[in-house]
T-cell receptor, first 109, second 112 residues
Framework: DAKTTQPNSMESNEEEPVHLPCNHS???????IHWYRQLPSQGPEYVIH???SNVNNRMASLAIAEDRKSSTLILHRATLRDAAVYYC??????????FGKGTKLTVNP | DADVTQTPRNRITKTGKRIMLECSQT?????MYWYRQDPGLGLRLIYY???????NKGEISDGYSVSRQAQAKFSLSLESAIPNQTALYFC???????????FGSGTRLTVV
């Protein structure tokens, strides 16, 4: 299972875009990249996942580098409710997710 | 009702006691997982099950056991609880293939 590396923390201002980076240099060609977020006192919540192409959904966009060694989660307009810990994970052949420590996102009003 | 329900939400138990954490899901997913979360350490996988007859150890299975009673139910047991098993425990489910996981709200376990 590939290891992911994320910054410990990031800050953003409300209504501005946020780009959360993730490095996964040991990822294999068939490993999916998943992102989850965890609000205080809650379980992790699925955000988005992808394999090679950029992906969009109602919550966020996922930009995957061409060499797949890194990806970026994009929140287009941060709100105070987006303040959370964001986890980048990979899903390999065993189909189980291995989580790192995540990035704590602070959103300033 | 929540898609993934964990009981109890909070539990305080004494060292040496046996305790069971329960998880049930209404998603119809075949895959179920138990994770443990400690401050500063992220989530670590304890056990996972791809169907009723398939149980697999995760990163930190020592001191834990599981039972998959049905497709919708996956229980985690601590046979003899110890203080360093104090943590937040999360159950999760996923569909076959590479879809997203759905997590429960967690069980906060304190072993004194």
């Amino acid at each position: 299972d590939a290891k992911t590396t994320q910054p410990n923390s990031m800050e953003s201002n409300e209504e501005e875009p946020v780009h959360l980076p993730c490095n996964h240099s040991t990822i294999s060609g068939t490993d999916y990249i998943h992102w989850y977020r965890q609000l205080p006192s809650q379980g992790p919540e699925y955000v988005i996942h992808g394999l090679t192409s950029n992906v969009n959904n109602r919550m966020a966009s996922l930009a995957i580098a061409e060499d797949r060694k890194s990806s970026t989660l994009i929140l287009h307009r941060a709100t105070l409710r987006d303040a959370a810990v964001y986890y980048c994970t990979s899903q390999g052949g065993s189909e189980k997710l291995v989580f790192g420590k995540g990035t704590k996102l602070t959103v300033n009003p | 009702d929540a898609d993934v329900t964990q009981t109890p939400r909070n539990r305080i138990t004494k060292t040496g006691k046996r305790i069971m954490l329960e998880c049930s899901q209404t998603k119809g997913h075949d895959r179920m997982y138990w994770y443990r979360q400690d401050p500063g350490l992220g989530l670590r996988l304890i056990y996972y099950s791809f169907d009723v007859k398939d149980i697999n150890k995760g990163e930190i299975s020592d001191g834990y056991s599981v039972s998959r009673q049905a497709q919708a139910k996956f229980s985690l047991s601590l046979e003899s609880a110890i203080p360093n098993q104090t943590a937040l425990y999360f159950c999760a489910t996923s569909d076959s293939g590479r879809g997203g996981y759905t997590f429960g709200s967690g069980t906060r376990l304190t072993v004194v």
